[in-house]
């Protein structure tokens, strides 16, 4: 990974890194899609403080990739040593209005040419036909803006627009030939098999085709100004794209592909090829980067096809359709004897033409604006792992008509969070588009009147926070005291106190202390109490604790620790215990594998490691060993078992116990916290555990004391029980020399 933002090479600060692009949806041409760039900087000494938006950030995934150029188009609204950036690539500044000062008619390639002048960017023209180039055009319209006449053109050759380099576009062609080859998917959804036969335009007018129904049919954008009449067009993007076959496919993991866009093939293990459509790439350090491709093409309805036809674009069809027969005005001349009758036919057609426009303009300008109504309706309001996007319309309401398409898309202004956003009418929004929520509102625009929808919050799940990682660091310091007979403690905690350390993960990402609020209280003989401030002193977070507390009456003593960040809370535990005389455990340490091996897995096998393992269809199960070390030196490590598997169906429950599993009695001090396992999908909280499975289901304890022959349950509400049972603290007198707890997970319909 290689990021320079001027001249200044900042790679080293990246901390995140996500990509996003994506085509409109149900359309595989004519898209030209703004590449968004997330990234998050360490920005401890300010130098990204006060950025320059008009320089370039230049970003190279790998030295096998092609070079990026994006910008910052709004300052931050705040710096702070993380500093958050959203960039895009060029394409972001296409949605201004074309205003041409060519004399017409002109040619595409005319066009292309003053748009370069007015956007400031160069147009590589490789790959454009010659046939498109010298296309003549006899019409234009300032109220379209750029990207649309950029997605026109590239749709009649079946193309698609993207960012190139330093201040340049590229139109790309969609062939049928895959872009590359993976074996390294590790998750899908593999739908129905698309397979071009036909291609089809509709403009309410005189509908365009080539082919037949035996397969899919291209649907050609019907707002769409350069297709009139063409059928040689039509039939030229048919020999192109007919027989383009692929998968439609959804939620696709996979290591990422140099240079991958949209509308590209890619083929899986020569068992199928998928076409990219949707595509985020995320890095966090390491060898690779990680791609979340869409690959969903529905067949495109053509009933909603002609519906979309809007009354302006019928008419500005009508108004070309009338440009190019005075265009052919000419030639008709030279070559007709009978030319007075045919221009006198012309012409009244003409005028009929104009006459018609003019009636339906006037019935647009006759709208009586005390009856307009304008409001949003959202396919959802929460994004999550169902909704992975939400589509906000805003409808314009003449009374009980919905009369939406008869105005352009720079009627609708719409706004997050009071800031302008997007023009049209509608918009897509993505958790890219989301910090844990936003206020959504659409302005729409009539004679010079504003019309506010009013607000309505989306909210988005996937920013919730995740605390699930969180641990209490308790690295450099025992979990039992030595009470000798003289009274002595071995380690004394008033000559080397005890330090418990919370180490804040929001999901991988370590969390600055400073930024959060943390409470410390204790357990003692079962009961929880505050905390004494004269010898457990809490400094920036971290507890120190200086004098030995615990005594042969009271021999355990367990810290809890509350900690809320960004309006989330978790709640740690650690417990300490007075040895009897001899040896104590001075502390565990629990090592973690993710493996396809189901035997012979040694401690000594590489990979172990002491954070748990994500399972998955290629690593499908999970290894665990523990290490006990004791206050003498010595050491004892368990054999390594498994854990959980990997399956669609298979749940596995996991109690972890921060003491170990055996003790002496004047020893016993423990927690047990459940983690639970479905395929690589990892719970260890009730809010977890609801949002799986729903408010019903619930963790079950029971315990089987010396002499018992069953389990007896325990009850949900006891008070050792925390989290609604994940986490279960343990006691010396909850135990007469042996019991066992077991813990069920209840699902109830």
Same mark, same amino acid.
């Given at each position: ?6 001249? !200044? ?18 359309? #595989? ?7 968004? !760039? ?49 960039? =895009? ?25 003053? #748009? ?32 649309? =006449? ?49 291609? =089809? ?343 120190? &604790? ?16 509350? &900690? ?81 598997? =990997? ?103």
């Amino acid at each position: 990974m290689f990021i320079k933002y001027g001249d !200044l090479d900042v790679t080293h600060r990246l901390i995140e890194y996500k990509s996003s692009v994506a085509f409109a949806d149900g359309y #595989i041409i004519g898209n030209v899609p703004t590449m968004q !760039l997330n990234l998050k900087f360490d920005n401890y000494d300010g130098i990204l403080d006060d950025l320059d938006i008009t320089k370039y950030w230049e970003v190279q995934e790998n030295e096998n990739c092609e070079v990026r150029y994006f910008k910052v188009y709004d300052q931050p609204e705040k710096y702070t040593k993380s500093l958050s950036l959203k960039l =895009y690539d060029n394409n972001y500044e296409l949605d201004a209005p074309y205003t041409t000062q060519l004399s017409y008619p002109v040619t595409v390639k005319d066009q292309l040419d003053e #748009i370069e002048t007015l956007t400031g960017l160069s147009i590589i023209r490789t790959n454009i036909p010659a046939y498109i180039l010298e296309k003549e055009v006899s019409w234009y319209d300032n109220t379209i803006v750029i990207r649309n =006449y950029l997605g026109w053109i590239a749709e009649l050759f079946g193309a698609n627009v993207f960012a190139s380099g330093k201040g340049s576009l590229e139109f790309v062609q969609v062939t049928k030939d895959a872009f590359a080859k993976t074996d390294t998917l590790t998750n899908y959804e593999k739908n129905e098999l698309y397979c071009v036969s036909r291609i =089809y335009y509709e403009n309410g007018l005189n509908p365009l085709e080539k082919g037949d129904t035996t397969g899919n049919t291209i649907f050609l954008d019907s707002n769409n100004l350069y297709l009139t009449d063409e059928q040689n067009l039509i039939d030229k993007l048919y020999d192109q794209l007919n027989g383009l076959t692929f998968y439609s496919t959804k939620s696709i993991s996979m290591i990422s592909i140099d240079n991958l866009l949209p509308g590209c093939l890619v083929n899986y293990n020569d068992e199928f090829n998928f076409m990219v459509t949707d595509l985020s790439i995320t890095y966090k350090g390491g060898e690779f980067s990680i791609s979340e491709v869409d690959g969903n093409t529905p067949t495109k309805n053509e009933e909603r096809v002609i519906k979309k036809i809007t009354n302006s674009t019928r008419i500005r069809k009508l108004q070309i359709t009338q440009d190019q027969e005075k265009l052919k005005l000419d030639i008709v001349a030279k070559e007709q004897e009978d030319l007075n009758t045919k221009m006198g036919e012309l012409s009244l057609s003409n005028e009929e033409i104009k006459t018609k426009i003019n009636e339906i303009e006037s019935k647009i300008d006759d709208l009586d604006v005390s009856l307009i109504t304008v409001n949003l309706v959202p396919s959802a309001t929460i994004l999550n792992s169902y909704n992975q996007s939400i589509k906000i319309a805003c409808h314009v309401m003449n009374s009980n008509e919905d009369v939406t398409e008869n105005y352009n898309d720079l009627s609708f202004q719409w706004y997050l969070n009071d800031k302008k956003y997007k023009t049209g009418k509608f918009i897509t929004l993505t958790p890219d588009d989301i910090n844990m929520s936003v206020n959504v509102k659409c302005v729409f625009t009539l004679d010079n009147i504003q019309f506010d929808t009013g607000y309505t919050t989306i909210v988005d799940e996937s920013d919730a926070v995740h605390l699930g990682n969180s641990f209490l660091d308790v690295t450099n310091t025992t979990l039992t005291q030595k009470l000798n007979d003289n009274g002595t403690y071995i380690p004394d905690w008033t000559i080397t106190p005890t330090i418990i350390t919370p180490c804040i993960m929001d999901g991988n990402v370590i969390i600055e202390l400073s930024n959060c609020t943390i409470g410390y209280k204790k357990i003692i003989n079962s009961k929880e109490v505050d905390i004494d401030s004269s010898y457990e002193i809490v400094k920036d977070g971290i507890l120190s &604790v200086n004098k030995n507390i615990m005594t042969n009456k009271t021999p355990n003593v367990t810290y809890i620790c509350d &900690v809320s960040y960004r309006s989330t809370s978790i709640r740690m535990y650690v417990a300490f215990s007075l040895a009897e005389q001899g040896v104590g455990i001075r502390n565990i340490t629990t090592y973690y594998l993710a493996t396809n091996k189901s035997k012979d897995v040694r401690v000594d096998s590489e990979g172990w490691t002491t954070s748990i393992q994500a399972i998955s269809s290629n690593n499908k199960y999970l290894w665990t060993y523990s290490v006990t070390n004791y206050t003498d030196g010595s050491s004892k490590t368990s054999e390594p078992l498994i854990m959980g598997s =990997y399956g669609d169906d298979a749940i596995t429950l996991y109690i972890e116990s921060s003491n170990g599993n055996t003790f002496k009695n004047s020893d016993i001090a423990t927690i047990l916290t459940v983690h639970i396992y479905i395929g690589a999908e990892r719970i260890e909280s009730a809010e977890q555990l609801e949002k799986r499975f729903g408010k019903s289901a619930y963790l079950q304890w029971s315990v089987k004391k010396l002499g018992e022959k069953e389990f007896s349950p325990i009850e949900l509400d006891d008070s050792r029980l925390n989290d609604k049972g994940f986490i279960f603290t343990i006691s010396p007198q909850d135990i007469n020399k042996k019991a066992v707890f077991n813990c069920e997970l209840n699902l109830e319909e």
